[in-house]
Structures are given as structure tokens and as C-alpha cells.
């Protein structure tokens, strides 16, 4: 059998990065997509390269139809099949604004790429999937990454909330339609991670971090939530579909 494929979107730095290079030492062969190109990325497959990771770059904007169609088409040319997609990529709104002030612009690029590319890739991979052999015992695993915001208001971001939900709707959606194909849809919620999206948000997150906001008191890595998607992504979940579970240190906890 070959070696099973991993197609982590959103992945040349941050939480899909650190997936990818986790997954990567599993044993999958990898397939990093971003919207930069393979010369603006080199120092990250450099580091996949010195790990030994077999991996495929896809230049790829998961929220164009095309680029979904030909990043499928890319995986199964490289690799012959794919055995795990990791729906990753997001954007946050390009300026916080009250929730009475956000655009239309705004909800449409930011929905467009969290929450409809991932329907839509999601959909082009699944019939891939269906189309495979079994892979031991189970056709496949996807594993949306969303957010604590799926469930907690910021009113100054609220398309990323709305983008967030409809993700998490997506992953109860598709573990029902996929389960009796053997494809297993799991959901990461993370919390506050130290990546280049929060980089700017530092002071807000530090203060509440130091103020008891969150129970596990230091901000999340890249490398807490690659940890559970290697886990969703090996075989030890077999009875379970269309669950999530929180990385937050915490935070969804309702405390008194």
C-alpha cells in the first residue's frame, strides 16, 4: 500500500504548518497548500526536507473553485490518493469593526474563505475518498480546525464568528453524510495560539492570560493542536464522528 496522504490547507507557517510537520513525522506523506508561492515559503519545506517528510506543494486560494478542483487533482496525481484533509486556512477580517459597522466586502471574503472553501473542498475530497479502497479501517479523516469563536461573541470580528459556526456546522453535516462511507469528520476548536494572526492582538491576550481568563494560564502553540489532529488522524478514533473538542487551555470552562 502507499503511503497515506495528508492534505493540510493554510500550511507554510502557524497552526497548519505545525500540523503539517507533526503529520508529516507520523509517517503521511504531506500536502502544504497556501496562496504564496513555493520561493516564499522555502524556509519552512526547508525544515520538512531536514525532518525527511515526502511532501507536495499546491499554490492553491481554497476559497477559487479552480485552485480546490486542481489541488484534489494535484494530490491524486503525486500521490495516487489521500487519506486525511485538514481544513486549516482562514482569514481574519481585514479591520475589527463593530458588528453595526462591518461590510458586506468583509462577510463575503471572510466566509468565502472559512466557511465556503471549506464546504466546497471538503465536498471535492470526500467523493475522492469515496472512491478509494479502505486505508485498515477507516476510507478517510477530515478534521476541520475552527475556533473558540464558533461559540464566543467579538462583537468587532463577527464574520469570523459567523465563519466559525458555519465550519462547525459543516463538521456535524458531513460526519452524518460521510460515516457509512467509513470517513470519520472531527472538529479542533482552538483557543488563544502564538501565531501571526494573534501577533497583533499580543497585549489584549497577555493581560487576560495574566488576569485568570484562562485556567491553563500561557498561550497555546501551533504544536498543542497538531497534537490532537494526530491524534484524530491515526486509528484509535473509530467509534466517534462529528465531535469536537476544545484546545484552550481551558477557557470553555464556565467558571463562578
Known sequence: MTKKTAIITGSSRGIGFG??????????????????????????????????????????????????????EETVKAFGRIDVLVNNAGVAPAARADLLEMTEESFERVVGINTKGTMFLTQAVAKQMISQEMAGRKRGTIINISSCSAEVSSVNRGEYCVSKAGMSMLTTLYADRLAGEGIFVHEIRPGVIATDMTSTVKDKYDRLIAEGAFPIARWGTPEDIAGAVSAFAGDDFLYTTGNYIDVDGGFHIKRL
Open 19 to 72: 500540523i503539517a510537520r507533526r503529520l508529516g513525522r507520523d509517517g503521511f506523506a504531506v500536502v502544504i497548500v497556501a496562496t504564496g508561492s513555493r520561493e516564499k515559503n522555502k524556509d519552512a519545506l526547508e525544515e520538512l526536507k531536514e525532518d525527511g517528510t515526502e511532501y507536495l506543494y499546491v499554490q492553491a486560494d481554497i476559497g477559487k473553485s479552480g485552485d480546490r478542483l486542481r489541488l484534489v
